[in-house]
């Protein structure tokens, strides 16, 4: 797969080859100073080196497609489907240190990381070809991606290395970090954001296609409002602030009326929409969804991945959730055998439909990353968290009105714990398969609790499935190509 050109969406500007190349593994080689002081010695140049960083999101599994096993078919969401093994590991959470889907994660969020500190050490230091005003703009835009990889990381794997500079040492000591606290990794990303949102604009003028394609002022406090809920003590007056300054900002994000036209693909860059990732198809296309959509669509015959569970679409059937679920999921027969959906050919299985056009494996969907409902509902937690359920309700109820639901019942707002579980359960029938779900169980402190209660049956035995999670699970595995290449590392507990 070719990745995105991004000309369109950053003024035109050619990518560096030996910037943006494709790296399955984390590059700590040093960076020679004189290649980087001859590459990268104007302002132009440092665009395409911010192009480069914006590449990371098409160009690494992670993005394309790993989000969603380590968030979706790992929780209560989605099976594995498909036929690989490693996959069948996140999905049952018996997930091996050596499982390449948490090492490629691993190694591409972390290439990302390193393209956007060189662009963050560059950018205060070139005079030719640039002004103020874009310099900080460059350095705001590069802090956003350090930050929302990072958080990425911290989700993923708990304390992690802060790599917060490009390494240009064979040091031992230098290249050999060792992991920090969630804390630390919290605030790093904290302090960048804070930073971030002061140097961006809300748009970059009336362009859609740009403005959803990169970092603004409302990306970073949307990123804000979410990290301050989900680090290890929340700060819920703060993830208030910051949301408020997403619904209220001069960019004017709105709820798209008809909710299907969010996956529709005729309306991408939308006004509900506040990041996504920018895909042309053909050359410039995604694999993705050719990964699990149905026969009918993707034009093969193959297991498909991602399969929907019996309980998501148990959650919107008890919801009567119509609009939604139509929205998220595709019933189609199918000539395999499913253990989770009839276990014979021709039964009716459900399909992972947000992202509809395959397109030969070059499909133009987009990927949300940020987008205004998500930010509601954060905001509805956080005032329920400050004791304002009520108000909390009110938004929700915003949520619900758009696809045609009743407000929430007396019994769902009577307290605070009756409003946690309301919300808890409105996030997941609006952002199902949107690599949302595993953060906000872990967030909620119920990810044992839900998997452990989950009715799953495996109908080639007719046995009901144990996935036996432990509080040690809610976390990966550090990569044990990781540790074996730096010491330094220590594995997280239980693995």
């Keep these: ?117 060189l662009v963050i050490e560059r950018a205060p230091l070139i005079e030719q070809d640039i002004t103020p005003d874009q310099r900080e703009d460059i350095i705001g835009q590069a802090l956003f991606l350090r930050a929302f990889h990072y958080y990425n990381l911290v989700k993923l794997w708990g304390g992690v290395p802060l790599i917060t500079e490009p390494i240009k040492s064979v040091d031992p000591s230098e290249v050999r970090l060792p992991r920090s606290s969630k804390e630390e990794v919290y605030a790093q990303i904290i302090t960048d954001l804070e930073m971030a949102a002061e140097m961006l604009p809300d748009t970059y003028g009336d362009d859609a296609s740009v403005n959803k394609a990169r970092a603004t002022r409302g990306a970073a406090n949307a990123l804000l409002a979410k990290v301050y809920a989900q680090k290890p003590s929340p700060e819920y007056s703060a993830v208030l602030d910051y949301a408020n300054a997403v619904i209220t900002s001069s960019a004017n994000y709105e709820l798209l009326e008809n909710y299907d036209f969010l996956f529709d693909g005729n309306h991408y860059n939308n006004s509900e929409s506040i990041l996504e990732v920018q895909y042309l198809g053909g050359d410039e296309g995604t694999w993705g969804p050719q990964m699990h959509l149905p026969p009918s669509i993707s034009g093969d015959t193959w297991r498909k991945f991602v399969t929907p569970s019996v309980d998501l679409v148990a959650a919107f059937d008890s919801e009567n959730d119509q609009i939604r679920k139509d929205a998220t999921i595709l019933f189609e027969a199918v000539p395999w055998i499913d253990e989770y959906w009839g276990n014979s050919p021709n039964s009716m299985v459900p399909f992972a439909y947000k992202w509809r056009n395959a397109s030969g494996w070059a499909s133009a969907d987009n990927i949300y990353l940020l987008r205004l409902a998500d930010i509601m509902l954060i905001k509805a937690e956080a005032l329920n968290e400050l004791g304002r359920p009520g108000e909390a309700a009110e938004v929700v109820n915003i949520i619900r009105e758009r696809v045609e639901l009743p407000p929430l019942s007396d019994a769902e707002t009577a307290s605070t714990d009756t409003m946690r579980d309301a919300i808890l359960k409105e996030k997941r029938l609006e952002l199902s398969l949107e690599a949302e779900r595993w953060s906000d169980l872990v967030r909620y402190s119920v990810a044992v609790e839900v998997m452990n209660s989950v009715d799953d049956v495996d109908l080639r035995a007719n046995q009901p499935v144990d996935y036996n999670m432990t509080q040690d699970e809610v976390l990966l595995p550090i990569p044990q190509n990781e540790i074996n290449r730096n010491p330094e590392l220590t594995q997280n507990p239980g693995y």
Excluded: H
Excluded at 5 to 10: G, I, M, P, R, V
Excluded at 96 to 110: D, E, G, L, P, Q
């Design 1 to 117: 797969m070719k990745i995105i050109n991004f000309k369109k969406y950053l003024f035109g500007l050619l990518i560096v080859a030996s910037f943006t190349a494709c790296d399955d593994e984390l590059d700590l080689e040093p960076i020679s100073q004189e290649t980087v002081d001859n590459a990268y010695a104007t302002g132009t140049q440092l665009q395409a080196a911010l192009t480069g960083v914006y590449e990371s999101f098409q160009s690494n599994d992670y993005y394309v497609w790993d989000r969603i096993l380590f968030e979706d078919v790992r929780s209560d969401n989605a099976y594995a489907g498909g036929d690989n093994p490693e996959i069948f590991q996140i999905d049952a959470i018996d997930i091996s240190t050596t499982n390449s889907r948490v090492f490629n994660a691993w190694s591409a969020i972390y290439n990302a990381i390193s393209k956007a500190n």
